[in-house]
């Protein structure tokens, strides 16, 4: 039992006669209650009964119980009872009144006004018949389900067409949400109702948010364009709601809408674009009846990748990874995803670091690839900035290993995913992708039946290193939401996107290109931590609104970190087929002076000196504008080794 129903037991566990006897009380009570209010109607002020009055107020009970008694008003059962009780209620009341109106309206008793006679019983009738509902709502616990529904969440529902209505249908099971309204575009059904509820225009939202105390919006427009639902997200932002939402058109099509389709609104909602219609025969190209190779595969971007090839047709998919979690995760998925196909795509996992070269020249060399898609990287700006060396020697050993042994094993294809961090780096992440990248415009200058390509793009959304993961748990946790600066911005792009832009800008390489993708406008990185705080319901707290539920906390610029990213080093990129995939033409070193470079950088691991790592790096890539001072924890003097004493016997 819940406390509430604790609270009634020991009422119910009464002996009968005590409950009896406690209702009869109650019932004397309303008789001598009915008589006081019914002075006052008749004379418009409250009069003690202890005066003139009194012979009214005696009567009443004294008149009423043996009546009650009589006609079996304290037999009914109030949990259960029901109409015949209440026409009991009503003949025993008659009964009464016709008795007290004889005495006090046709004959008449000094002091009492005669029309007191007909005033009390009716009041009676209803005090005695209403008492009686009230115990059968209370102990019947029927109370209970009213108490739930006002604690139930008020949804408004975005969207009066099918998906909404099976939304609809789904939330009325709901034991915690209750539908208190549709808003849709569409004039013609406006004001008319739905399931009960009325259909309201979007301009009444803010009026419906305040007086219907809605809690909760959630958006049924799975067919909506990004920026139409944008248009309507600028509405809601301001109303310090939660936003839910159900998944696109495609994704629904598989049958009716339950509860489960609703998922928190995406930040990706918010800043993302309408995709473009891939071309087919690009994503192919390089794709279908071919062994395409992912390094990386267990990461945001690799695993992506992965889901995007599988239904392009490779004979088969080799993902490659040096994390086993990441690993095991991904190759379960993608045997889940590749089961559904109507032509079995072999899924071979392979453990392996790309700076591992007799590894990945074994893997060439047997599993003999015709694309490789390398997306493995150490991204993370400040962990690289704390660990140089493994950084950079994963990021440009690893390409350069990879690239020599795809070359070596003729793979038609070779497309490196790099950052928007390489252009014009101050932190050693970007600039290791920038000379991985000239690695591959290095040996794509050389006589290579491998097609070398890279492609560069900002941020993803959702990445492991995306802070829209980071706000989103900030968020849950009820603050403060870490921004490194007030005016750092940001380029955003879906993964989805991303990836789908990766595979067609590999597929457009004649050898050496370097792909910038268009990441639309950059984003305050401020604005998007207000923007989730809002979408969740809450209000963010600043010198405007000091009483906000999030505060956004500064923390300062981390190591390396720049406050506006770009992606292009020159200003004269070139179209291509893709709308959103532009060719820079940007300067680079021949192969002698980078495999000169890259010999440096190996004497300089095999030394473990993190500053010599970076000096070398400045070099190598002019751009790079290293901070004054190095955070890696091992650029420093080495500790002299503890000596051990041993006794010897002589």
Wanted: with cysteine; glycine share 8%; net charge neutral.
């Amino acid at each position: 039992m819940t406390l509430i129903d604790r609270s009634i037991e020991p009422v119910l566990m009464l002996p009968r006669m005590v409950k009896r006897g406690i209702v009869l009380c109650l019932d004397a009570g309303l008789c001598v209650l009915t008589v006081w209010l019914a002075f006052y109607l008749r004379l418009g002020e409250f009069v003690s009964l202890s005066g003139k009055g009194w012979p009214a107020g005696a009567a009443a009970p004294v008149i009423a119980l043996p009546i009650f008694i009589r006609l079996g008003l304290y037999r009914a059962v109030f949990r259960f009872i029901g109409a015949e009780a209440l026409m009991a209620i009503a003949n025993a009341v008659l009964l009464y009144g016709i008795i007290y109106f004889t005495i006090f309206t046709a004959f008449g008793v000094p002091g009492v006004p005669r029309t007191i006679g007909i005033i009390q019983p009716l009041l009676l009738f209803f005090t005695i018949g209403g008492s009686r509902l009230l115990g059968r709502y209370w102990l019947s616990g029927q109370y209970r389900e009213l108490m739930r529904r006002a604690a139930k969440k008020k949804v408004l529902i975005y969207g009066a067409g099918s998906a909404g209505r099976q939304l609809a249908a789904a939330i009325g099971d709901s034991a915690d949400m209750e539908v208190v309204g549709f808003i849709d575009d569409d004039s013609h059904i406006q004001g008319s109702a739905l399931l009960g509820r009325t259909v309201y225009p979007p301009e009444q939202m803010e009026l419906l948010v305040e007086e219907l105390v809605v809690s909760e919006i959630m958006l049924a427009v799975p067919s909506a364009s990004r920026a139409r639902r944008n248009e309507i997200l600028k509405r809601i932002r301001s109303l310090n709601v939660a936003v839910r939402t159900l998944p696109g058109l495609l994704d629904m099509a598989r049958g009716s809408v339950t509860m489960t389709d609703l998922r928190p609104l995406e930040i990706e909602d918010l800043l993302g674009r309408d995709p473009v219609v891939p071309d087919v025969s690009l994503l192919e190209r390089n794709v279908r009846g071919k062994t395409v190779l992912v390094t990386g595969a267990g990461g945001s971007i690799g695993s992506e990748l992965c889901r995007q090839l599988l239904p392009l047709g490779p004979t088969a998919l080799l993902l490659v990874e040096s994390s086993e979690f990441a690993l095991y995760a991904a190759h379960q998925e993608l045997e889940q995803q590749a089961a559904l196909l109507d032509d079995p795509v072999p899924i071979i996992p392979f453990l392996a670091s790309v700076c591992n070269e007799p590894r990945m020249r074994r893997i060439m060399a047997v599993c003999r690839p015709d694309t490789i898609y390398h997306a493995a990287a150490f991204k993370h700006v400040p962990l690289v900035e704390h660990n140089i060396s493994e950084g950079v020697q994963n990021n440009v050993l690893g390409t350069w290993i990879c690239a020599r042994a795809a070359a070596q094993a003729d793979v038609e294809s070779f497309v490196l995913i790099s950052t928007d961090k390489a252009v014009r780096p101050t932190n050693v992440m970007g600039a290791s992708k920038r000379l991985a990248e000239l690695c591959l415009q290095a040996l794509a200058d050389t006589r290579t039946n491998t097609c070398f390509s890279m492609v560069r793009f900002g941020n993803v959304l959702g990445s492991s290193g995306s802070v829209v993961p980071l706000f989103r748990r900030q968020i849950a946790a009820g603050g403060p939401v870490t921004v490194t600066h007030p005016e750092i911005t940001r380029y955003f792009m879906t993964i989805p996107e991303a990836a789908q832009l990766v595979i067609q800008a590999g597929a457009m390489a004649t050898g050496g290109d370097l792909f910038v993708l268009d990441m639309g406008h950059p984003v305050r990185i401020l604005d998007l931590a207000h923007r989730m705080i809002r979408l969740s319901g809450l209000r963010p707290r600043t010198e405007e609104h000091p009483d906000g539920d999030i505060e956004v906390e500064f923390q300062g610029l981390r190591p390396g970190e720049k406050l506006y990213e770009e992606l292009l080093i020159g200003d004269n990129p070139g179209a291509t087929l893709h709308p959103r995939i532009m060719v820079a033409n940007e300067k680079f070193f021949p192969l002698d002076e980078i495999e000169a470079g890259l010999g440096r950088l190996e004497e300089a691991f095999a030394h473990q000196s993190p500053a010599l790592v970076r000096q070398i790096l400045a070099e190598l890539v002019g751009e790079y504008q290293p901070s004054p001072s190095i955070v890696d924890h091992l650029n420093q003097p080495a500790a002299q080794p503890r000596l051990r004493v041993v006794a010897t016997s002589t």
